[in-house]
């Protein structure tokens, strides 16, 4: 076994292999800008990135021309959200988002607030799942776009797109979804879905950092997003910049894998993320987060109720890693904003660890770490004035904490 273990992959995930082997040549021999119309470099580069096209938009049952290349989730979803919001503006200023979308979606939101943009941020059930009724009645004739991700991030909740692009489709508004962790881990199709705009991205897909997809559907209806970046007109003059052709053949090549792998990979990384959270979930006191019934089969998101997780991963940090529900912010540590907008209190949120699995998790991994997390939380409860408490059976939510 291999130190550290590596079980962080909603953070990013190691390129593939056969990845990287793909895009070698892109870097030395075949290192042509795709825009060059007058010379074998450009062809070259350009016959690269349209097969990559075809790769990625096979991935999401869409049409090729439908694939705008970006450096990532983050700027396209800056693209859909700043775009329709500037191409829609003569049919309305509303859109409608979640409390849980990620911070590229959140923070484009508040930036065309400013700009005059009304933003309804939709809050979710204790499972992170939207009301679909209130989805329905929060829709007015000025709602240009409902940008809601396909799953999240930290706690693995999927959303019903299905039910959402319908109601979507009934009151005449476009559907983004940021699909960035659903995207080459669970089956995604643009038209069985009824999705007008998504953002994706390589590298949480077992793809290179640094690329990344816009969605844009061309047909029925045809959807427009202003550019956010001007130049050369590039991607349909929806994303001026020479192309990262190395990055995109890697993007293309970490698509097809995806779809051929995906049904294996899924049956043999869900079943050690179940025997992971089976026996994490033996531990007194912990508490799975997000929608068992509707969630990314390689995530489990556990809270170890009266230890700190922060605490916690410096237990075993040097040879596993995971991810705190504390986000470490310039002065303190603030409790994931998302895991607070499932109900979870400060307490809980505290104690929560993220394991994200992969294609590269081995079960002798899983098989440690369950051994060193549940050594880990033991004895820091051993030595927890609130897990003493809690055993001498006193009702802790009735203490009175000072407040700072
Ligand atoms: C990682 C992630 C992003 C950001 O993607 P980048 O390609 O790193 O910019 C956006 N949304 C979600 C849901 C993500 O998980």
């Given at each position: 076994?291999?130190?550290?273990?590596?079980?962080?992959?909603?953070?990013?995930?190691?390129?593939?292999?056969?990845?990287?082997?793909?895009?070698?040549?892109?870097?030395?021999?075949?290192?042509?800008?795709?825009?060059?119309?007058?010379?074998?470099?450009?062809?070259?580069?350009?016959?690269?990135?349209?097969?990559?096209?075809?790769?990625?938009?096979?991935?999401?049952?869409?049409?090729?021309?439908?694939?705008?290349?970006?450096?990532?989730?983050?700027?396209?979803?800056?693209?859909?959200?700043?775009?329709?919001?500037?191409?829609?503006?003569?049919?309305?200023?509303?859109?409608?988002?979640?409390?849980?979308?990620?911070?590229?979606?959140?923070?484009?939101?508040?930036?065309?607030?400013?700009?005059?943009?009304?933003?309804?941020?939709?809050?979710?059930?204790?499972?992170?799942?939207?009301?679909?009724?209130?989805?329905?009645?929060?829709?007015?004739?000025?709602?240009?776009?409902?940008?809601?991700?396909?799953?999240?991030?930290?706690?693995?909740?999927?959303?019903?797109?299905?039910?959402?692009?319908?109601?979507?489709?009934?009151?005449?508004?476009?559907?983004?979804?940021?699909?960035?962790?659903?995207?080459?881990?669970?089956?995604?199709?643009?038209?069985?879905?009824?999705?007008?705009?998504?953002?994706?991205?390589?590298?949480?897909?077992?793809?290179?950092?640094?690329?990344?997809?816009?969605?844009?559907?061309?047909?029925?209806?045809?959807?427009?997003?202003?550019?956010?970046?001007?130049?050369?007109?590039?991607?349909?003059?929806?994303?001026?910049?020479?192309?990262?052709?190395?990055?995109?053949?890697?993007?293309?090549?970490?698509?097809?894998?995806?779809?051929?792998?995906?049904?294996?990979?899924?049956?043999?990384?869900?079943?050690?993320?179940?025997?992971?959270?089976?026996?994490?979930?033996?531990?007194?006191?912990?508490?799975?987060?997000?929608?068992?019934?509707?969630?990314?089969?390689?995530?489990?998101?556990?809270s170890f109720k009266y230890v700190e997780g922060e605490g916690l991963m410096m237990g075993?940090n040097?040879?596993?890693?995971?991810?705190s529900g504390s986000?470490c912010?310039?002065?303190s540590l603030?409790p994931?904003?998302?895991?607070?907008?499932?109900?979870?209190g400060d307490d809980l949120a505290h104690s929560s660890l993220?394991?994200?699995?992969?294609?590269?998790?081995?079960?002798?991994?899983?098989?440690?770490?369950?051994?060193?997390?549940?050594?880990t939380v033991?004895k820091l409860r051993?030595v927890s004035p609130l897990w003493?408490?809690?055993?001498?059976?006193?009702?802790?939510?009735?203490?009175?904490?000072?407040?700072?």
């Amino acid at each position: 076994m291999n130190f550290p273990i590596y079980l962080d992959n909603n953070a990013t995930t190691p390129c593939d292999p056969r990845v990287i082997d793909a895009m070698l040549p892109y870097f030395t021999s075949k290192f042509g800008n795709a825009a060059s119309r007058n010379h074998p470099f450009g062809w070259v580069a350009e016959e690269a990135v349209d097969y990559a096209r075809e790769q990625v938009a096979k991935l999401i049952g869409a049409d090729a021309k439908e694939i705008i290349f970006t450096s990532g989730a983050t700027e396209a979803d800056n693209l859909a959200i700043k775009g329709v919001f500037e191409m829609y503006a003569q049919k309305g200023n509303h859109i409608i988002t979640a409390v849980t979308e990620h911070k590229a979606v959140l923070d484009a939101c508040h930036h065309i607030e400013k700009l005059g943009a009304k933003v309804t941020y939709l809050p979710v059930n204790n499972e992170g799942l939207i009301n679909l009724e209130e989805l329905e009645n929060t829709i007015t004739d000025a709602t240009i776009l409902v940008a809601i991700m396909y799953a999240n991030n930290e706690v693995g909740t999927i959303q019903n797109m299905k039910a959402i692009s319908a109601i979507c489709k009934k009151k005449g508004t476009l559907l983004f979804s940021d699909a960035t962790q659903a995207v080459g881990k669970i089956p995604v199709d643009v038209n069985a879905d009824g999705i007008d705009l998504m953002a994706f991205s390589a590298h949480k897909m077992y793809g290179p950092k640094g690329v990344g997809a816009l969605y844009v559907r061309r047909k029925n209806p045809r959807v427009k997003v202003t550019a956010q970046m001007d130049g050369g007109g590039h991607e349909r003059g929806m994303r001026s910049g020479t192309l990262n052709v190395p990055g995109i053949v890697g993007f293309g090549t970490a698509a097809e894998i995806c779809r051929l792998d995906m049904e294996a990979d899924t049956a043999r990384i869900s079943k050690l993320r179940d025997k992971l959270e089976t026996a994490l979930c033996k531990i007194e006191e912990s508490y799975v987060n997000g929608c068992v019934s509707s969630r990314l089969p390689h995530v489990s998101n556990i809270s170890f109720k009266y230890v700190e997780g922060e605490g916690l991963m410096m237990g075993f940090n040097k040879n596993i890693a995971v991810s705190s529900g504390s986000a470490c912010t310039s002065a303190s540590l603030e409790p994931s904003y998302v895991l607070k907008a499932l109900g979870l209190g400060d307490d809980l949120a505290h104690s929560s660890l993220r394991f994200g699995l992969g294609r590269f998790t081995t079960e002798e991994e899983v098989d440690y770490t369950i051994e060193a997390v549940s050594k880990t939380v033991l004895k820091l409860r051993e030595v927890s004035p609130l897990w003493e408490m809690f055993k001498e059976g006193m009702d802790i939510n009735a203490i009175e904490w000072a407040h700072h």
